[in-house]
Every structure is written in C-alpha cells, then in structure tokens.
C-alpha cells in the first residue's frame, strides 16, 4: 500500500509538473530560441479555445519540442536528421514513438495497479474494503486520462508540421478538442464509479439498523448525483466543441423555461412528492401499506413514482404527488395485529351455560403466547342477533408477525371448539322458524 500511494504522489506531482509552465521551466530550462513553435499560430486559437487542460498541456509540449529541436541541432548523425514526410525527422519521429509506448505502459500499470485485491486472511475492515473500491473504481478512469492526455502530449511534436499558411492547424485543435473530451469523460467516468462506492459504504454502515435510508433514499440520491454529473460533463464538451458560453444561454431561456415547466407541471409535483417522502418518511421499502384501497409491499420509490407489489403479486405504479396526497395505512408498523371476532351459540343456552362459555373462551386467551400486559384479551356476551346468542372476543397479538398470528388464531379456534363440544354448548348457525296456521298447515299437505 505504502508503494502504491507513492506512485500516486508520483503520478499527481507528474500532472503538476505538466499544468504548471514556471515549474516546466525551472525543472527544465530555458532549450535555445528556435522558431515559435506553435504559440503564434495558435495564439488566436487559445484565445478563442479552452479545452479541458489541453492548453496547459501544450506549454509542456513546446518545452518537448524545443528540446527535441535542441538535440537536431547538435546533428548526432545523418539518419536521425533524415526528413521522414512532412518535414518530421527520424528523431522526432522514435521520440513521439517512444513517448507514446511509455504513456500506454504507464497507463496499463496503473490500471493493473489499482485493482487491488483482498488480503487472503479474509479480514476486511470498512476502511480496507473502502480503499480496495475506491482504487478500483479510479482505474480504468485513470487510465483513460493519462491515454488521453499521455498521447496527446507525446504527439505534440508533430502538430506543427501540419500547420497552415494563414496560421491555423487543423490537426492540432482536433487533438486538443479530442483530449480534453476523453479528459471530462474519464473524470466524470470515475465520478459515476465513485458514487457507487459511497453506495456501498452507506449500504454497509445501515445494514446494522433498521431506518431503511438505504432502501429509500441511497437510489434516488444516487440517480439526481448521476444526472447532475452528467449534465455537468455534457455542457462543459459543448462548450470545448462548439465555443457556446452555455451560461448565458441557459439564462436567455427564462421565457422557455417557463414554458416548459407548465408543461412538466405533474413532473415536477412529483419530484416535489418524492422529496416529501424522503424527508417525512410515511413508509419505507419493505413495508406494507395501503393506499386508495390498493395493499401490497413497497418495493422502490422512484423520481416520479412509488412501486407497489399487491399481495395478489401484481406490480402497481402509483405517481408521488397522489401518495403524499392520499390518505395511507402503514401496516409494516402497526404494534401489533388485533383480533375481533364474534362467537354465536343457539337459543336454547341456559343463562348459566352461556356464562360458562365466556369464562371458557376467557381462559383459553388468559396469558396466550401473543399476549402484552397493557393489551389483556377481552370477551363479552354483549348481543341478542336474530337466530343466536353473540359472545364478542377481542385480542392482541404480540409482535405483529402474520403467519405467527395465523396459526395462534387456529390454534385458539379448535381449542374453542373442543371445550364447547364437551361441554354441550351449540355453537348456532343462521335458521329460520316458520310457525304455520291449521289451514295452512292442510294447504301445505295437499
């Protein structure tokens, strides 16, 4: 770890090296006054152009070149001296060559370098597990910018040999505009990779608690950082191709802007629907809930909609802005599930044997497995219905675990039913007695 992180340091100071031109010229000297390399023809083009580092990038390579010129000057021998196309000699020629090999192997190094693997004790702590992402994920974007910008330096000789008669060179702005595009895209390539890894350091430290911050809020924070950063990166490429200043044009389009945000009107009342549900937290992934007369399990809340699972399995999508203005039930966090439930027993029941059975059912649910002392079972005999006597029971079931509750329910129900049948207590059943004169009585018979 200790030769990784100096490379790094190497590496950055490198990059320093590279953006800094006082610096280039105290480390490498002032090579002789050879021809303007390339300043006077891209004067205008620095003035007008800006691409991402690349014009800091070409004080370096003016350096390079006027030390290449230099050593053509000493003439070390014919053949270095040979004119290969276009006024590039041999030497300049295997210099960019050889440049060029060593920004690739630099390249592939580090990306081999950086994919750090884990110890082979299994121990991984949060702080090694968050090295080991944080250097995976700036591989391949590492690599990307030193190709990028390794290549484009070591070719940086040779631009001035396509330069034209009025001053401007084609193939150099392409290579600086090209340089500076696989810049931003490896820089906002490692940021894409870094909120990944923030992802899963926060999944980790919430594992352990039961706030549901993760399931909730780590996505949709991890989609508005993604767009951000990727609108970033678009606008600053517009800006390096095209030479549009995209902030006065973003403010010359208050009048479209308002257009388009009557239009997105539902958009952006549920954008503000999903912030609401963030922040006052109704519900969370994983709970039951419901709403509109629709129940099923949270799955994921999005930008513009939450998605439900029903518990006939079917996937229901329900706009933002209609949850947080809809009244809803959460049923993942009731304290606890109680149980009504109306018991009928015939008629004919003497006063005594109705008592019986409710001191019956009261001892069948006197201290139950479900039971919490603030919330005692409750049974009355309270109803005369139309064709039996009702005994209504109420009982809480602690904790509120539906299939646990399922079964105590049966369970409760035969034991019920065993100590009424031994006891001779009918449970009644809807009947009808009809009560006939004589003569309708005989009509019935003929």
Not at 220 to 240: E, H, T
Request: aromatic residues 12%; charged residues 20%.
């Amino acid at each position: 770890m200790l030769n990784l992180i100096r490379l790094v340091s190497v590496f950055f100071l490198f990059i320093f090296v590279l953006l800094c031109p006082d610096v280039q010229e105290r480390v490498l000297g002032q090579t002789g006054d050879s021809s303007v390399i390339m300043e006077k023809g891209n004067e205008t083009e620095s003035n007008n152009t800006s691409s991402f580092g690349a014009d800091k990038i070409d004080r370096a390579g003016d350096t390079l070149t006027k030390g290449i010129n230099s050593i053509e000057k000493k003439r070390i021998g014919k053949w270095f001296n040979r004119n290969v196309f276009a006024g590039i000699t041999w030497l300049k020629l295997c210099v960019c060559l050889g440049l060029l090999v060593i920004v690739l192997a630099i390249g592939q190094a580090l990306k081999k370098l950086f994919n750090v693997k884990p110890k082979a004790t299994g121990e991984d702590t949060y702080a090694g597990a968050g090295r080991r992402l944080f250097f995976r994920a700036a591989s391949g974007p590492v690599s990307l910018f030193i190709w990028g910008y390794g290549v484009y330096l070591s070719l940086y000789p040779l631009y001035i040999h396509f330069q034209a008669e009025d001053g401007s060179n084609l193939i150099h702005s392409a290579a600086q505009k090209t340089a500076g595009i696989i810049g931003i895209t490896a820089i906002v390539w490692f940021l894409f990779r870094l909120i990944d890894v923030a992802g899963t350091q926060i999944k980790k430290w919430t594992a352990a608690s039961d706030t549901g911050f993760y399931d909730m809020k780590a996505p949709i924070i991890r989609k508005g950082l993604r767009i951000f950063i990727l609108a970033i990166g678009i606008i600053i490429i517009i800006q390096n191709l095209t030479d549009i200043k995209i902030g006065p044009l973003l403010a010359s389009l208050g009048i479209g802007g308002l257009a388009i945000a009557l239009a997105a009107k539902e958009s952006i009342a549920n954008f503000f629907g999903t912030l609401t549900i963030m922040f006052d937290r109704p519900f969370k992934v994983g709970e039951r809930i419901i709403i509109d007369s629709h129940d099923g399990v949270v799955e994921s809340v999005g930008f513009r909609s939450t998605r439900i699972r029903t518990l006939t399995g079917h996937l229901l999508t329900i706009p933002n802005e209609k949850v947080i203005s809809s009244p809803l039930e959460n049923i993942g966090r009731r304290p606890h599930i109680r149980w009504t439930t109306n018991i009928g027993i015939t008629y004919d029941t003497p006063p005594d044997q109705v008592e019986k059975a409710v001191q019956i059912v009261r001892d069948i649910l006197k201290d139950h497995e479900g039971m919490d002392e603030e919330f005692p079972p409750q049974v009355y005999f309270n109803r005369f219905n139309d064709w039996n006597l009702n005994i209504a029971v109420f009982a809480w079931y602690h904790p509120p675990v539906y299939w646990d509750y399922q079964a105590w329910v049966q369970k409760t129900c035969l034991e019920i039913m065993r100590r009424f049948n031994a006891e001779g207590i009918e449970f009644a059943f809807p009947s009808q007695t009809v009560y006939l004169s004589e003569s309708e009585e005989t009509d019935a018979r003929c």
